[in-house]
C-alpha cells in the first residue's frame, strides 16, 4: 500500500511517518507535503496514493482548497489538532479522521477501516463548508460592561473566569474584581474560543493562561487554582476530568 502524507510541521510528519510503519512495515510513504500548493502540484504529476493522510491546517491554508484546485482521487483520512466538536459532520459523512496527538491504536482503527471498505467515497461540499464555518468561527474578543455612570472594556486576555451565581453571570479579570455581565454562561460558552476557555463545571470557565495549580482531588475530580484568586479552591468535576486533561494537552 502506497500512502502519502501532506502535513506541514515536521515533527508530527515523522511522528506520523513512524507510526503507519508501526501499523505495517510493508506500507510505503510516498512523500510528505507541507503545503496547499505543493500537495495540488504533486497529487497533478504523479500516480494516485492508496491512501492519504492530509492534516487540516497548512502553511499556506487549509486542505480542503486541495479539493478546490485538483480531483483527489484518493481516499483521505484526516489529522487535525481542533477539537472533537468541530468535527461532527467527519461522523455523519463516514470519513476519518485523527485528532492530534496521534494515538497507534486510533491510527490502526482507521487504516484498518479503510482496508476493509478499500473504496473512494465523494465528499459532499457541503462538509467542508460545515467544517470550514466551525473552524473559522469569529470567537467575542471583549466584553463592554457598564459599571455606574462608566463603560468597561475587557479583552478576553483580560479574563480569568466566568462564573453564574444566583441567577447572575459574572467577569472576574485578571485582577480578581468581579462585574456582571449580561450574557448566562451557556451564552459567553458558546461565544468564546474553546481552547482559550473551559466550562470545569456548571458555574465556572476558566481561562487557561490563568491556571496556576492543578492537583488531585476527591471523587476523581481535580481542584485547580486561579492566578488572581488563589485563596479559592475551584473543582473540575468528575464527568469533565477527561475532557479537561484533553483541553490542556491541545
Known amino acids: 500500500m502506497n500512502c502519502l502524507i501532506i502535513e506541514d510541521e515536521k515533527e508530527a510528519a515523522i511522528k506520523l511517518a513512524g507510526l503507519i ?5 510493508n506500507i510505503v510513504i510516498l512523500d510528505t507535503i507541507q503545503s496547499v500548493k505543493n500537495a495540488v502540484i504533486w497529487l497533478n504529476n504523479n500516480e494516485t496514493p492508496d491512501l492519504i493522510f492530509m492534516d487540516i491546517q497548512l502553511s499556506d491554508g487549509l486542505s480542503f482548497e486541495i479539493f478546490e484546485q485538483t480531483i483527489v482521487k484518493a481516499p483521505v483520512i484526516f489529522t487535525t489538532a481542533y477539537d472533537e466538536y468541530a468535527l ?3 461522523k455523519v459523512n463516514s470519513i476519518d479522521y485523527l485528532l ?32 470550514l464555518h466551525s473552524l473559522t468561527k469569529k470567537y467575542k474578543s471583549k466584553f463592554v460592561i457598564k459599571v455606574g455612570e462608566h463603560i468597561k472594556v ?22 480578581g474584581r468581579d462585574y456582571a455581565i449580561s450574557y448566562s454562561l451557556d451564552q459567553v460558552e458558546d461565544l468564546i474560543d474553546p481552547a482559550k ?5 456548571r458555574k465556572f ?17 481535580l481542584r ?27
Open 224 to 250: 485547580i487554582k486561579l492566578k488572581s484568586n488563589e485563596s479559592e479552591d475551584l473543582i473540575v468535576s468528575r464527568e469533565k476530568v477527561q475532557d479537561f486533561k484533553q483541553w490542556l494537552e491541545n
Open 154 to 175: 475587557f479583552t478576553i486576555e483580560d479574563v480569568q473566569c466566568f462564573y453564574s451565581m444566583e441567577k447572575y453571570t459574572f467577569l472576574q479579570n485578571n485582577e
Open 21 to 25: 510503519k508501526k501499523h505495517d512495515q
Open 100 to 131: 492530534k496527538p496521534i494515538d497507534q491504536s486510533e491510527l490502526d482503527q482507521a487504516i484498518d477501516k479503510y482496508k476493509e471498505s478499500n473504496t473512494l467515497k465523494e465528499i459532499p461540499s457541503q462538509v467542508f463548508d460545515n467544517i
Open 197 to 201: 476557555f473551559f466550562r470545569i463545571n
Open 205 to 221: 470557565l476558566v481561562s487557561f493562561s490563568a491556571i496556576t495549580t492543578i492537583v488531585n482531588y476527591s471523587n476523581s475530580r
Open 88 to 90: 461532527k459532520a467527519f
